[in-house]
């Protein structure tokens, strides 16, 4: 299953020439990944507040293929690939239109809020997002 949103590009995103900031990129997937979770109706500080959990960001693999510019519409997509008890990585692209933009692995752990050490993922959760 493979989410879909929109992101328009504002001038905050992008440097003197009109391109995104290659780190801002990543706040467009982490922005997706959200909102995944928001459309199965998880909230991230709801989950933090109800299981003691939160997901932080362990590893990240960029590939960036075109440029994003100045005030385009990009969909942003996430899609589970891989999971284990404790971890859940995404596979994420920017498009514009037809074209590619960028894509990424993003591999997050599950963590509880008290002392940031790793917990297993709920299995209701677990069930909701895993492929």
Do not use: W
């Not at 290659?22 to 979770?37: D, G, I, P, Q, W």
């Not at 362990?58 to 440029?67: A, E, F, I, M, T």
């Not at 050490?117 to 209701?124: E, N, S, T, V």
């Amino acid at each position: 299953m493979t989410f879909t949103c929109s992101i328009r590009v504002y001038y905050e995103d992008t440097d003197a020439g009109g391109v995104v900031f290659h780190a801002n990129y990543l706040k467009f997937f982490e922005r997706a990944r959200t909102e995944m979770l928001r459309s199965k109706g998880y909230e991230l500080d709801q989950l933090a507040e109800t299981a003691g959990i939160v997901f932080v960001v362990r590893s990240v693999q960029l590939d960036y293929l075109r440029p994003a510019r100045f005030n385009q519409l990009l969909e942003v997509t996430a899609a589970i690939g891989e999971h284990s008890k404790t971890s859940l990585t995404f596979t994420q692209t920017i498009h514009h239109k037809d074209t590619v933009l960028c894509t990424g692995v993003i591999r997050v752990v599950c963590v509880g809020t008290a002392g940031l050490r790793p917990k297993a993922i709920p299995d209701y959760l677990l069930e909701q997002l895993s492929p």
